[in-house]
């Protein structure tokens, strides 16, 4: 199997990104996202992210199979020091260990941002996104019963929480 490489992610990465993340927003209530995205507002997102926060793609044989980002997680002065944080795999590559080594490198980043805590927001039932969590040393903060409406039905959204400083 070819190497895996992690890096920040680049503007000409966002066309790759958004067909990732469509896939997600078409097939599944994994986002609560309805509408597709372009590559020019990928690129929008790419770029605002950056300012502030770690925005990373794992790429293999010159070709992003997944990316990860943080992002502010509320807006209050008081939460500056928290990030939500954000990882989505090309479907292909899920449960390979990419994930993981991708989001450990999100994970390791955060700190230079000047971030202590990393929240996730992770849509049930999702077995292999909370597997991931619990494996990076995430612990389940709670539960919002039926808080989104998707594809027919409602969906519940737990909470899970990481000190990473």
């Not at 990104?17 to 997102?45: L, P, Q, V, W």
């Not at 020091?81 to 955060?110: D, K, V, W």
Request: charged share 20%; hydrophobic share 40%; proline share 3%.
């Amino acid at each position: 199997m070819p190497q895996a490489i992690i890096r920040e992610a680049k503007l000409t990465d966002a066309a790759a990104i958004a067909d990732i993340y469509n896939h997600y927003i078409t097939h599944t209530i994994i986002t609560f996202d309805t509408r597709t995205i372009t590559s020019k507002d990928m690129e929008g997102k790419i770029g605002n992210l950056q300012v502030n926060y770690p925005v990373l793609v794992i790429e293999q044989s010159d070709q992003v199979i997944g990316f990860a980002y943080a992002s502010q997680w509320k807006s209050k002065e008081a939460y500056k020091y928290c990030a939500e944080t954000t990882i989505y795999m090309h479907p292909e590559h899920t449960q390979s260990g990419f994930g993981q080594r991708l989001y450990n490198a999100l994970l390791s980043a955060l700190p230079l941002f000047d971030i202590v805590h990393a929240i996730a927001c992770i849509t049930i039932p999702n077995e292999t996104s909370i597997k991931l969590h619990e494996k990076l040393g995430f612990h389940r903060i709670g539960t919002f019963s039926k808080v989104g409406y998707k594809q027919e039905q409602w969906i519940d959204v737990e909470y899970w929480q990481k000190h990473v400083a």
